[in-house]
């Protein structure tokens, strides 16, 4: 159940007013090994229905979805080399009736109609019925070159199919103060990937490193709407006209970890992690027009290192036990690389974030845990910042900022606590 408040004048009437209810369904069964031969075979899947209630803005219409997926798996190992692999076929149905929007008279506010009283009212959503189909897998192999140190390989082939919001949009999400636009003539997303990992379990330390290719066809993402002249398109004064569009698409990057667990100071740890993408759009009608603004895909992640040094008391101080102190650093460099055409993207600056925290568990006289309390403090030096997958970032209520600065900020320094209380 989401509803969202943004009447000041009437706080009682949510603008957005969704109750979705989701059953989740999994059968499978393992078949006995045959020549070393493990295998999974099963199905499952999700049926879904959203109703929209007392609200005044409709992003997606009341829809009926069910997804249904069989697949086989097998592995097994010879020697020091273990393959695996498997089969998938998926198959969603989605469907919703005709969908009326129109004046509330007593609000003056938009409402829903329903049929056969439709008078006054326009049709915001029109009936849809359809079935998405596809076909994935996947084979790997891993390479035990001791109990500790280990090479893994592995190609497959993706589906997705589209969401409810990708193809059923047409309204505003007051929350993001955005209106989006689906597009009904959508196929699935098919993808065709290579990853290669290394990963060695040392005494002293943990090393990962991996790397992977990822080619999408029929890729699918946001962009800015604009009118043949150039001009932003306003359906919603005050908010911005997003449409979802679909072409070609390469994603490839790496991720590498260190952490180190030293066995002469067992009690401090310490995790460092770097991860890089780089999102290419293969759409070359869009790059021939545009250039450079449009190589790149939105809503990338730039590169994120992060560094955490964690130390855990190695026996109880009265009636704390495990109690640790920790702080981390979060570094993301700036984003060079975005979807720059009709701005739905722009450059954003890097920044790094501190984080320290502590916590411990609370014992008894009987040296049972009665109580855990975690203590956060994210942003310490209260650092301004946009993430580049900030949406809000293109968010402005003035058409010049009183405080120099365009779009919504994120959070600056937050103070979190937590308790547990075992029962």
């Known amino acids: 159940m989401r509803r969202e408040y943004n009447h000041p004048e009437m706080p009682a009437q949510p603008g957005l ?5 989701t059953l989740n369904y999994d059968l499978r069964y393992n078949l006995p090994a045959i020549a070393g031969v493990e295998t999974t075979v099963g199905v499952n ?17 009341d829809y009926n979805l069910f997804d249904i997926g069989g697949f086989f798996f097998a592995k097994k190992t010879i020697g020091q080399v273990d393959i695996s692999g498997g089969l998938r076929y998926d198959s969603r ?5 005709d969908f009326y929007v129109g004046p509330n008279k007593d609000n003056g506010f938009d409402k829903q109609y329903h049929l056969p009283d439709t008078a006054g009212a326009s049709l915001q959503f029109p009936a849809f019925n359809h079935n998405y189909t596809g076909i994935s897998g996947s084979l790997g192999v891993t390479w035990n070159l001791s109990q500790r140190v280990l090479v893994k390989a592995n190609i497959a082939r993706g589906y997705r199919a589209p969401n409810i919001t990708e193809i059923g949009s047409n309204g505003l999400d007051p929350g993001a103060h955005i209106v989006y636009l689906g597009n009904r003539e959508f196929k699935p997303e098919f993808s065709f990937q290579q990853d290669l990992g290394f990963l060695a379990y040392l005494p002293d330390l943990d090393i990962s490193v991996e790397v992977f290719n990822n ?4 890729y699918i993402y946001q962009a800015r709407l604009y009118d043949a002249n150039g001009e932003p398109v306003v359906i919603v004064p005050g908010n911005a006209t997003y449409r979802y569009q679909q072409s070609g698409a390469r994603l490839y990057g790496a991720e590498v970890s260190v952490n180190l667990h030293p066995r002469a100071v067992s009690w401090l740890t310490m995790d460092n992690s770097a991860a890089y993408t780089e999102g290419r759009n293969r759409n070359k009608a869009l790059i021939d027009l ?19 040094l964690k130390a855990t008391a190695a026996r109880n101080f009265g009636m704390f036990s495990k109690a640790y102190v920790r702080a981390g650093v979060d570094r993301f460099s700036a984003q060079k690389h975005f979807y720059g055409v009709d701005n739905t993207e722009t450059y954003t600056a890097g920044y790094t974030l501190i984080n320290v925290g502590a916590g411990s568990g609370i014992v008894n006289k009987k040296g049972k845990t009665v109580m855990e309390l975690f203590l956060q403090l994210d942003n310490v030096f209260d650092v301004a910042y946009q993430a580049n ?13 009183p405080n120099g600065r365009m779009g919504i900020y994120n959070m600056g320094r937050n103070f979190s606590a937590k308790v547990i209380v075992p029962f």
Request: net charge positive; charged share 15%; aromatic share 16%.
């Open 93 to 97: 149905h989605i469907r919703w009736n």
């Open 215 to 218: 080619n999408i066809n029929n």
């Open 389 to 401: 997958m900030n949406r809000l970032k293109y968010f402005e209520y003035y058409s010049s900022a």
């Open 290 to 308: 545009h250039g450079d603004a449009a190589r790149y895909l939105p809503f990338i992640p730039p590169l994120h290192i992060r560094s955490a």
């Open 45 to 61: 899947g999700m049926y879904q229905q959203n109703r929209s209630r007392n609200a005044t803005d409709f992003p997606i219409p």
């Open 17 to 21: 007013y969704v109750v979705l209810n």
